[in-house]
């Protein structure tokens, strides 16, 4: 039997790499950068796996381009905003599969480290180090807000929602969650979380972090009016997916005083960041580094290998999102 043909969008870490060498015949783009959407589509055709990122479009038209033999489509992140699931669906011959579960810790990690930074207005200090502006200490100086005994706002409650909450639990926060359906009572009662409507939530959190996936539904779910719920003394965190947010309407927020801070490590169209964000100092803003540790990237890309060597020996993938019938 020929070799599997493989398709790997991007560098990926060498042990994932390894993996698929040895399953099949890898074809990896020479490109540190993502490919456009015309490299795409040459490098996919005849490929029995693709194995792709999040800067990565799957599509209908991709899919044609791939041809049918194509078996399986390995997205190497947890979102999957960037994949035509339905596309993927109506084909009926074609797995799609996401890396859940080993990204979690590291994402709550950066989601609290922005809770931090945020109240603590820790990047607006080291501006100031840097930039040699004079200071001295003083009982006023650069007073940020203390989390003890405030509330987490948890908008969307999976896996790093828990882990987020499971953090703030440890600073001493209470925590209220939204979300499509009440978690588990383990968890509620792990975590002491609440379940309330979005409404609440936003009107009474002193911090919102939103953990939800980006949808149809989700997209500007913080809006300009949303935003305008929320307290004037609260912070919005936003590790999921940029256009969850509507980014010039939380700049303009920022600005006028509406709301107190917010933390970004996702923008609407990375890696541009709105204009209106970059002088604001209560902003905190990284450039999407929430799975960004040596041994979770490393974790991601195993399991994103180990999806696509299930599929093509004809098992069952660890996490698949869409299922071949
Ligand atoms: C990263 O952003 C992911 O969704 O895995």
């Given at each position: ?16 790499l ?13 490109h ?7 490299e ?13 990122l ?5 599509d209908a ?9 194509l ?6 992140a947890?979102?999957y905003?960037n ?22 810790e ?6 609290f ?7 603590r207005r820790?990047?607006e ?12 200490w ?10 003890q ?44 979380a609440?379940?309330i ?40 965190i936003?590790?999921?997916r ?30 541009k960041?709105?204009v209106?964000l ?8 990284i450039?999407h580094?929430?799975s960004?540790?040596?041994?979770t ?16 020996r004809?098992?069952?993938?660890p996490?698949?999102?869409?299922r071949?019938?």
């Amino acid at each position: 039997m020929s070799r599997p043909r493989i398709v790997v969008t991007r560098r990926i870490p060498q042990p994932a790499l390894d993996l698929l060498n040895a399953a099949g015949d890898v074809w990896l783009s020479p490109h540190d950068r993502a490919l456009t959407r015309e490299e795409l589509f040459d490098a996919v055709q005849s490929a029995d796996a693709i194995i792709c990122l999040l800067h990565d479009k799957i599509d209908a038209d991709l899919l044609d381009a791939a041809g049918p033999q194509l078996k399986v489509v390995a997205n190497v992140a947890v979102g999957y905003d960037n994949v035509d699931t339905q596309a993927i669906a109506s084909r009926g011959t074609v797995w799609f599969t996401n890396t859940p579960g080993v990204l979690t810790e590291a994402t709550a990690d950066i989601a609290f480290s922005l809770i931090l930074m945020a109240t603590r207005r820790l990047g607006e200090g080291e501006r100031m180090i840097r930039s040699q502006t004079p200071w001295s200490w003083n009982m006023f100086f650069m007073l940020g807000t203390g989390l003890q005994g405030k509330t987490l706002g948890i908008v969307g409650l999976g896996l790093i929602g828990q882990a987020t909450a499971r953090r703030a639990k440890a600073f001493g926060m209470e925590i209220v969650y939204s979300g499509r359906r009440q978690a588990d009572p383990t968890i509620e009662q792990e975590l002491g979380a609440r379940y309330i409507s979005f409404d609440e939530l936003l009107e009474t959190a002193d911090v919102v972090s939103l953990h939800c996936p980006l949808n149809a539904d989700t997209r500007h779910l913080i809006d300009a009016d949303r935003l305008r719920q929320m307290r004037s003394d609260a912070y919005l965190i936003n590790t999921t997916r940029g256009p969850v947010v509507d980014e010039a309407a939380l700049a303009a927020a920022l600005r006028s005083g509406e709301l107190a801070g917010a933390g970004l490590d996702v923008f609407e169209a990375e890696p541009k960041v709105d204009v209106g964000l970059l002088d604001l100092e209560n902003a905190v803003l990284i450039p999407h580094l929430g799975s960004a540790t040596i041994e979770t990237r490393t974790a991601m890309g195993v399991l994103a290998a180990t999806n696509a060597i299930a599929v093509l020996r004809g098992e069952e993938p660890p996490s698949p999102v869409v299922r071949a019938s």
